[in-house]
């Protein structure tokens, strides 16, 4: 399931490790506002930032929240689908601007237009605030499109903490929610919040996330004793509405076993899904492309063809 780590992630992992041990060292008390600034400090590694024909910034608004997005179009001018994007960072940290340059990218692979969702994070607003927010834009996509059109397919998509996003909107989908959504893409997902999987060990020590940072990235999430079981896509509901999904993995990503095995699930259930594994990468990979371009390029190509395929 895993190969020999890329050797050009080497410096980058020693690095890494050398900052979580001095940190364990000098008795660092982890906090929002440092994991925010660092999880920031990674778009000094992803420096490609395509230019696109249509970037706006708009306020999704409903009776219950108001969510910030920003819409991108490759090709404004055309009625065309809808990929609804939700950003990785432990329900914690990211926000559009850091995920503007692979938002650019998502849309001009699979040539749709795309909005991307600054949803609540915790512990400010903890679970399930982040979900609603989803759901809203869901639900109300359409009023935050104009003057783009949209042939009414919605795919939607997110890595890590946003792959949970999304497949939590499958799970409400599969248990009988109105939610109009095509196909889903799980990049790196979260999807076991009870951290039960083999994976979780075997890859939770020295390859960038680690066990003890996915645990209180969940703690955070997590403030009011909810049964993290129960809010797990893993599992929840898995059945045939639940819409064509492409699985995505990394070798040494401690949440890759989870999304193994939620693929055979979707499998079993006679759910259409594809997995594509990158086995010599690591978690959030997307998000340090200067340092493996040719790996993001074929994430990027593979989630375009996905999407296109429809």
């Known amino acids: ?3 020999q780590l890329a050797p050009h992630l080497q410096d980058f992992i020693d690095s890494v490790n050398q900052l979580i041990l001095q940190a364990k060292n000098d008795g660092v008390v982890p906090t929002p506002e440092m994991a925010r600034e660092k999880l920031a400090a990674l778009s000094s590694l992803n420096t490609s930032v395509p230019d ?34 939700f ?8 926000d559009v601007e850091l ?3 692979m938002c650019r990218k998502i849309a001009l692979a699979s040539e749709c237009h795309l909005i ?17 927010d989803a759901k809203a834009v869901v639900q109300n996509y359409q009023s935050v499109l104009s003057p783009l059109q949209s042939n009414e397919r919605v795919i939607i998509a997110g890595d890590s903490a946003g792959g949970a996003i999304c497949a939590s909107l499958s799970m409400a989908k599969a248990n009988g929610e109105e939610l109009k959504i095509d196909q889903q893409v799980l990049i790196y997902p979260s999807l076991d919040y009870t951290l039960s999987q083999p994976s979780i060990e075997e ?3 020295g390859y960038f996330l680690e066990k003890p940072r996915i645990q209180w990235y969940f703690d955070n999430y997590f403030l009011n004793n909810e049964d993290r079981k129960l809010a797990s896509p893993l599992f929840g509901t898995i ?3 639940i819409p064509n999904t492409l699985v995505v993995t990394a070798g ?5 076993d989870e999304a193994l095995a939620y693929s055979k699930l979707l499998q079993g259930a006679g759910v259409e899904n594809q997995h594509h594994q990158f086995k010599h990468m690591i978690h959030a990979f997307m998000n340090i492309e200067d340092l493996v371009p040719n790996e993001c390029a074929e994430l990027f190509e593979t989630i375009g063809q996905f999407i296109k395929q429809g």
């Open 252 to 256: 040494y990503d401690p949440l890759r």
């Open 99 to 101: 995920y503007d340059p």
């Open 116 to 132: 991307s969702v600054d949803y609540r994070l915790s512990p400010e607003f903890p679970y399930p605030a982040g979900l609603e």
């Open 1 to 3: 399931m895993r190969g």
């Open 239 to 241: 059945n045939e509405k």
């Open 87 to 94: 950003h990785g960072g432990g329900h914690m940290c990211g």
């Open 203 to 205: 890859n939770g020590t």
């Open 52 to 85: 696109i024909s249509y970037s706006e910034e708009r306020m999704l608004v409903t009776d219950e929240t108001s969510v910030p997005v920003r819409v991108y179009s490759a090709n404004p001018n055309d009625s065309l689908p809808v990929v609804i994007y």
